[in-house]
């Protein structure tokens, strides 16, 4: 995991290879909660169901993951300002967490995309 950082705020994470047993990317006060786990054979999660609880966000995240391909993400800074570019390539994955970014396809591409909901039109193009 690499955290991408400008001016001490998180702009993004960046998921390259798993660690062993369960491990929570994010801060539990995050819009978006990113989970990774690699876990073996014949382990398993208790059966559960999340109670009905009202959560209120006002921004949001997305989380790319790259099952195959290559991308490059532009990111930019919570004020518009571009400042860093990186490339993900298949099994690997970003949650973009403040500020702005770009994608370009650099190669044939199946992506993944979640994000906060519910979906409302609010893109700003910088």
Known sequence: ?????YNNNV?????????????????P????QLVIH?????????????ALKRRITEKLQECLVVINGKIKIDFYT???????SIHL????????????????????????EIKNGPFIEDKIFI
């Open 38 to 50: 690699k876990r073996s054979s014949g382990e398993y999660t208790k059966a559960h169901t999340h």
């Open 29 to 32: 006060h995050e819009p978006l």
């Open 78 to 84: 919570p004020d518009k300002k571009y400042f860093k």
């Open 89 to 112: 390539s298949s099994g690997e994955a970003i949650i973009f967490m403040n500020g702005g970014h770009g994608v370009h396809i650099l190669k044939d591409s199946e992506i993944i």
């Open 1 to 5: 995991m690499d955290k991408i950082i």
């Open 11 to 27: 702009i993004a994470i960046r998921i390259k290879k798993f660690k062993n047993g369960i491990m929570p990317l994010t801060d």
